[in-house]
């Protein structure tokens, strides 16, 4: 690996390792020697496993939710890039029509240059202008988080090939009678000016009034009916009054025909089973043309469709004297004629919900307009069975449910948008004879008339129309014959936010089973949680809570980030992100850190011929060495099976607390000690040392790439290590390479484990100086081989000067110690003048009824044959082995018990 970094690089990594941690003195370079060696690409030899990357809105800044996404795919790329798999994670950006359309428009707009003033060509001039500059910004940002996506196959919602797909998918529906157009009611932006699908509204509760409005009968102007409305300032375009049929109070009012308040329009009562007879007072004012279940009310019973509402948001003539006035200004307007008219019953105070747009924040006006559709319930079908037939599953699984759920109550989707920025859809209307012409190609006539006086439909794309397609459009489809599609597709996981399962990942799976002849586009959907503020708020600019992660990169280093973001997620589950984390992150990466110099310049005599393999005979290796590498084999194990169920979380900390827990905190202090002891062979703990070390860097890689690159080539280069590739490239370590796991070493060096820490409690809990050497006594019978060959390290470890090791035959008096009594024997530590040995009885007794109860629980399991024979023959003896430890545990209190009371 030395060679394959440049002399630059060398000199700069050299410079960086000599110092304390500071990221930023090499991340950047360490990412350049990975993008410029083209280790990004699907260079290996396995299986295909690919990711798309779901593309940011070109809306520019990225946050924490998007570095969640990176460092989630990031670890599950390189985890099988090290697993030998041919691995490409596709990156690219969507076009985010509404939201880039709005932004430069707002430009334009400071700059007094009205968008239509302007001319549609030249506006999209000044949008690509922006987007050249946007996704610069994003592939610098993505870059910066360790993303080690393929950038040379990078794309684009609006590049040439995934327009070609958006081009064909449109003409094939249509073709297959699945794309229409038609009136409907719409989810219209009056801000915006343009249709939204009704996965971009988002609902708030808000306090508002619910108008009780009295209709006089026609034959009988002394007789009304009252209904009740949230919205007044639509009365002048109501077109009928609808009870329930069997609503009691109203059967003989229906057929009968009443004064609509305001304009005098006459309308009938009619009866429809959909009316809530519960709801105000169990009439409702029926307005199609401005509300989705009257217009579905409307439909069924052939009334008339008065839009009394412009694309402004103004009343127009239907409103009468109201007309050009705002909707919203006008409800106090009409409420107060109303009133005046003495036909307002009453006005109550409600909790209802407010329809909002999510891009522009304004309140959504329903109207009935001609839009483009997908009939989407054929599409939902097969979508639903893939789901479920396991053919693609959701992790967590319980979204499965959500996503059925939702697919099966779908409604069309609105398709058309009245902007001009995004993908123009392929429709022309010939002037001549009215020909509707849909075609891939641009058509320059008219095929029925043969007039060249056509001209295309004005609208544009749902930004998800292009980004439903994302899965194969990116691969090269609608080219068949393109490798990349016929090599990666279908992916293996799509990782997303829980938040836009609908917007997205049903659109993804619908698409793609119709344009790839049945073949879902993932086996998995991975959906993460929220990234949410230190209260639990959603990050929002209005709030003024969103973080930017590049700043938090700068201050911490992208490691520490990554490391906070992961450890804190679990599939489906929210989290919040607090400094606090990010510095815990950047703690455990400093304990790398100062880990690695530890190792280097205590084995700086020591030559490593592989860091991936331990070449020393398992016959010359110390307890603390089996025990480390058989907990190795473990972790490695778990690492495999964890990350295998995408529980990336869970298996970051079991690595994180491998290290800090075992390596860390135990065997690096026992190898200082075996390497002043001249006794022992150093060689043998160095290379377990520099073994183990780099087997934690490797597992810790996909989750840490920066500072394990680091770390790995100091390791190569100061052991001299020939023939080793980059970490990045470089195998997973899996345990076929590894020490057979050896159960009874764990075992000895955990109950070593439990003195030294009980010796150590013991001399806090009664202030012992840390620095003080104490004599200390061990009793033991089963365990005192055992003990004596771990003499130096308990000795060391716990202070313990002189070290005594006794059997239960040994003369010694406790009235004088503090004691403790585990299963590998008892501790005796005399304090004489810090110690009271009544309360030191008490303690063993209350120790020896506590063990009691617990050998009884474990009898009553062992002695139950249902138990014995239905129960995992490990759980059976991992029982046993506590029964049997309880027992020893139980003997040494007694012999403590003895000693203390003189009766031995």
């Given at each position: ?5 440049d002399?630059?690089i060398?000199?700069?990594l050299?410079k960086?390792?000599n110092?304390?941690?500071?990221p930023?003195?090499?991340?950047k370079?360490?990412y350049?020697?990975?993008e410029s060696n083209?280790?990004?690409e699907?260079t290996?030899s396995?299986?295909?496993f ?6 940011p809105n070109?809306?520019?800044e ?6 969640l996404?990176?460092a ?7 985890w099988?890039?090290?697993m030998g798999?041919?691995?490409l ?12 359309n709005?932004i ?17 060509e ?6 690509w ?11 610098a ?13 990078e794309?684009f919602t609006m590049d040439e090939?995934?327009?070609?797909a ?6 094939d529906?249509y073709n297959d009678?699945?794309?229409y157009?038609g ?7 009056t801000?915006s000016q343009t249709?939204v699908?009704?996965?971009e509204v988002e609902y708030l ?10 209709y006089?009968?026609v ?20 077109t009928?009054i609808a009870?329930h049929?069997?609503d009691q109070?109203?059967?003989?009012l229906i057929?009968k025909?009443?004064l ?7 309308v009938e ?20 043309g401005?509300?989705q279940?009257?217009?579905e009310i ?5 009334l008339e ?6 694309l402004d948001?103004?009343?127009n ?9 705002d909707r ?10 109303l009133?005046n ?5 009453k006005?109550e105070l ?11 924040g304004?309140?959504i006006?329903?109207l009935?307009?001609k ?9 939902a ?6 789901v ?12 499965e449910?959500t ?6 109550n779908?409604?069309?989707w ?13 429709v ?5 004879c009215?020909?509707?012409?849909v075609?891939?190609?641009d ?5 029925d008339?043969e007039?060249s006086?056509?001209?295309?439909d004005?609208?544009?794309l749902?930004?998800?129309?292009s980004?439903?397609?994302?899965p194969?459009?990116?691969?090269g489809?609608?080219?068949q014959?393109?490798d990349?599609l016929?090599k990666?597709?279908?992916t293996?996981v799509?990782?997303?936010g ?7 990942v049903a659109?993804?799976i ?7 002849d ?9 959906l993460?949680g ?9 990050m929002?600019?209005?709030?003024n809570?969103v973080?930017?992660p590049?700043k938090?990169?700068e ?8 490391f906070?973001?992961?450890a804190?997620?679990t599939?489906g589950?929210?989290?919040r992100?607090?400094?606090?984390k ?6 455990f990466?400093n304990?790398?850190?100062?880990a690695?110099r530890f190792v280097l310049?205590?084995?700086?005599d020591?030559d490593i011929h592989?860091?991936s ?5 398992s ?5 603390e060495d089996?025990w480390?590498?058989s ?11 964890l990350?295998?169920k995408?529980e990336?979380?869970e298996a ?10 075992d390596f ?7 190898a200082k000690?075996r ?12 290379n377990?040392?520099?073994y183990?070390?780099?087997t934690v860097i490797q ?7 920066f500072?394990?690159?680091?770390i790995?080539?100091d390791?190569i280069e100061q ?11 470089s ?5 076929s ?7 009874n ?7 070593i484990k439990?003195?030294i820490i009980n010796i ?5 809990e ?7 050497w ?7 019978d089963s ?14 470890m716990?202070?313990c000067?002189p070290?005594i090791?006794?059997n239960?035959k040994g003369?010694l008096?406790l009235d004088e110690?503090a ?8 501790i005796a530590?005399?304090?004489?003048e810090?110690i009271?040995?009544g ?9 020896i009824?506590k063990?009691n109860?617990g ?17 995992p023959k490990?759980?059976?003896?991992s ?7 309880l027992s020893?545990q139980?003997?040494?209190l007694?012999n ?9």
């Open positions: 690996m030395v060679n394959k970094f002399k630059e060398v000199s700069l050299h960086a390792s110092s304390a941690y500071d930023a003195s090499f991340e370079v360490v350049n020697f990975w083209d280790y990004f699907p290996g396995g299986e295909p690919t990711i798309i990357m779901p593309p070109l809306t520019g990225l946050h924490l939710g998007h570095a996404t990176v989630i795919e990031d670890s599950l790329i390189r099988n890039r090290m798999k041919k691995t994670w596709l990156p690219g950006v969507d076009h985010a029509a509404i939201a880039v709005a430069v428009e707002k430009k334009l707009n400071a700059d007094g240059i009205d968008r239509k003033a302007l001319g549609r030249k506006f999209l001039k000044k949008i202008e922006f987007v050249g500059d946007s996704r610069e910004r994003i592939a940002q993505h870059r910066r988080l360790g993303a080690s996506a393929d950038w040379k196959r794309k090939g995934p327009a070609l958006v081009r064909k998918t449109f003409v529906l009678g699945l794309i157009r009136e409907r009611i719409v989810n219209w932006d801000s249709v699908s009704d996965l509760e808000e306090e508002g009034n619910f108008w009780y409005v009295r006089s009968l034959d009988n102007p002394n007789q009304y009916i009252t209904i009740a409305t949230t919205r007044p300032e639509t009365i002048p375009a109501d009928a009870v049929p069997d109070r109203y059967k003989e057929g025909r009443v609509v308040p305001i304009v005098n329009r006459e009562i009619i009866a429809d089973e959909v009316i809530d007879q519960n709801l105000g007072t169990g009439a409702l004012k029926v307005t199609p401005h509300d279940l009257d217009f409307g439909e069924r019973h052939s469709v008065l839009s009394m509402i412009n948001g103004t009343l003539d239907i409103a009468g004297d109201y007309a050009g006035i919203l200004e006008a409800r106090q307007l009409i409420v107060g004629e009133e008219l003495g036909i307002i019953e006005t409600i909790e209802h919900s407010l329809s909002i747009s999510q891009r522009t304004s309140v006006e329903p009935v307009s839009q483009w559709f997908v009939n989407i319930k054929p599409l079908l097969n979508a639903i069975k893939v479920e037939n396991k053919q693609i599953q959701f992790v967590p699984e319980r979204f449910k996503y059925i759920h939702w697919m099966k779908i409604r069309d609105t398709i058309s948008r009245q902007i001009w920025w995004g993908h123009r859809i392929p022309w209307y010939c002037d001549q009215s020909k509707e012409i075609a891939f190609n058509p320059d006539s008219c095929p008339c007039s006086h056509i001209f295309q004005e609208d544009t749902d930004t998800w129309f980004s439903g397609l994302w194969h459009s990116t691969l489809w609608p080219n014959e393109d990349d016929n990666f597709y279908p293996q799509m990782e997303t829980y938040d836009i399962i609908f917007f997205w659109r993804m619908m698409l793609s089973i119709y344009n790839m049945g073949i879902p586009p993932f086996k998995y959907v991975y993460h929220l990234v949410r503020a230190k209260d639990g708020s959603k929002s600019k209005s709030k809570n973080v930017d590049i938090l990169v201050e911490f280093g992208t490691d520490a980030l990554r906070s973001l992961l804190g997620s599939p589950n929210d989290q992100i607090t400094e606090e990010i510095i815990a992150g950047r703690n990466a304990k790398l850190w100062n690695k310049s205590s084995t700086s020591t592989s860091l393999q331990l070449n020393i005979e016959d010359v290796l110390q307890l089996k480390i590498l907990k190795l084999n473990i972790l490695v194990d778990d690492t495999h099976r990350m295998s995408f990336i979380s970051l900390v079991l690595i994180r607390d491998f290290f800090w827990d860390a905190d135990w065997y690096i202090e026992i000690i390497n002043q002891d001249n006794q022992h062979n150093s060689l043998v703990t160095n377990v040392l520099v183990t070390f780099s597992l810790l890689h996909p989750f840490m790439p500072i394990t690159e680091v790995w080539h390791l052991k001299n290590v020939k023939n080793c590739d980059p970490l990045i490239i195998s997973y370590p899996d345990t390479s590894m020490i057979i796991s050896d159960i070493a764990e075992k000895d060096f955990e109950s439990d003195l150590r409690n013991i001399r806090s009664n202030k012992v100086e840390a620095s003080k104490q004599e200390t006594t061990i009793i033991s365990s005192l081989d055992l003990i004596n060959s771990m003499d130096l390290i308990i000795s060391k716990g202070r000067e070290l090791t006794l239960s003369e008096s110690c004691t403790a009594s585990l299963p590998v024997g008892l530590i005399p304090l004489k810090l009271n040995p309360e030191e009885i008490i303690k063993i007794k209350l120790e009824e063990t109860n050998i009884e629980r474990l009898n009553d399991l062992l002695s139950n044959t249902e138990f014995i024979n239905k129960a490990n759980v059976v003896a029982n046993q082995k506590k029964m049997d430890d020893e139980l003997n040494n007694h403590a018990l003895q000693r203390f009371t003189n009766k031995k």
